[in-house]
């Protein structure tokens, strides 16, 4: 029958062991650690950063007794699956895609490790109108190492998204349509304006009340063409709200590599010492 063995004797046995072999432990230990920091200082540094971006296109407008109307185009999901493409191509080692999207040369694309789209107020649900407001605004994040390359990057996730064909083409259209918006409030208004001066001619007594419905009227379309021209002086396909700051946080910690590589030499070295114990015994 075999022995129980107490928890005394397991520590003893246990403390016996450590004294015995504590060198043996201690040297594996530093090794390790030397080794946390050699791998440190030979990989390449890793940053981490991000800018927040603005993006509005979308808009649906209802005008003249809705015989005017065109529907929304939700850009800031366009543009952020634009700018995910990149990761796809990083993921793949394609940095000539990248070098093209960008206008970046491959060499500076390969200091690029990881480019991350974060809308900042992430909704559920419908495409409601709390929901249009809040995908306008994402952050990039990138992880990089040199700090060289942001003020390319910058430029280059701008360049690639004004200059995608699709989203050109519907920045134009919302421009234009909202610009018809404008002349046919003027037109409104001309019309308002001329039929005031018809009313004056006419000496009755429906002028007054006629003219205050009018100029209930003006002023009710001229807010409206204010609102339609500052939405106009806001569409933008890519807007840079707070740009990418230089880090030098070097993820790749010096502190965590010594400390990984020095646990696993420690148990590295305890396995050792073990097998080498029971071997001794099978051969006496």
Do not use: C, H, W
């Not at 530093?30 to 981490?48: D, M, Q, R």
């Amino acid at each position: 029958m075999s022995k129980e063995i107490s928890f005394e004797q397991l520590f003893t046995s246990i403390l016996r062991f450590v004294k015995k072999n504590f060198f043996i432990m201690l040297i594996a230990v530093l090794v390790g650690v030397g080794l946390g920091f050699v791998k440190s200082f030979t990989t390449p540094p890793l940053y981490e950063t991000g800018m927040t971006v603005f993006s509005r296109l979308e808009n649906e407008y209802t005008f003249e007794n809705e015989k005017t109307r065109f529907s929304s185009f939700y850009s800031g999901e366009i543009v952020a699956n634009k700018i995910k493409t990149l990761q796809t191509a990083l993921d793949n080692s394609n940095y000539e895609y990248i070098s093209k999207e960008l206008g970046m040369s491959v060499d500076s694309v390969k200091l690029l490790k990881e480019i991350e789209v974060e809308f900042l107020y992430p909704i559920e649900g419908t495409r409601s109108e709390k929901y249009v407001k809040e995908i306008d605004y994402f952050n990039v994040n990138v992880k990089f190492s040199d700090n060289s390359i942001l003020p390319k990057l910058e430029k280059g996730f701008k360049k690639m998204v004004e200059n995608d064909k699709f989203i050109k083409t519907k920045l134009e259209e919302i421009k234009s349509m909202t610009r018809k918006m404008i002349a046919d409030i003027d037109n409104e208004i001309l019309e308002i304006d001329k039929a005031k001066n018809d009313l004056k001619g006419n000496k009755n007594t429906l002028y007054f009340g006629n003219e205050k419905s009018l100029y209930a009227e003006k002023i009710d379309l001229i807010a409206k063409r204010m609102e339609f021209q500052k939405k106009l002086n806001q569409y933008t396909a890519f807007s840079v709200m707070t740009g990418f700051v230089p880090s030098y946080s070097n993820k790749n910690g010096y502190f965590i590599n010594s400390i990984v590589f020095g646990l696993l030499a420690f148990v590295f070295s305890i396995f050792y010492l073990i097998v080498r114990d029971l071997s001794r015994k099978d051969l006496n």
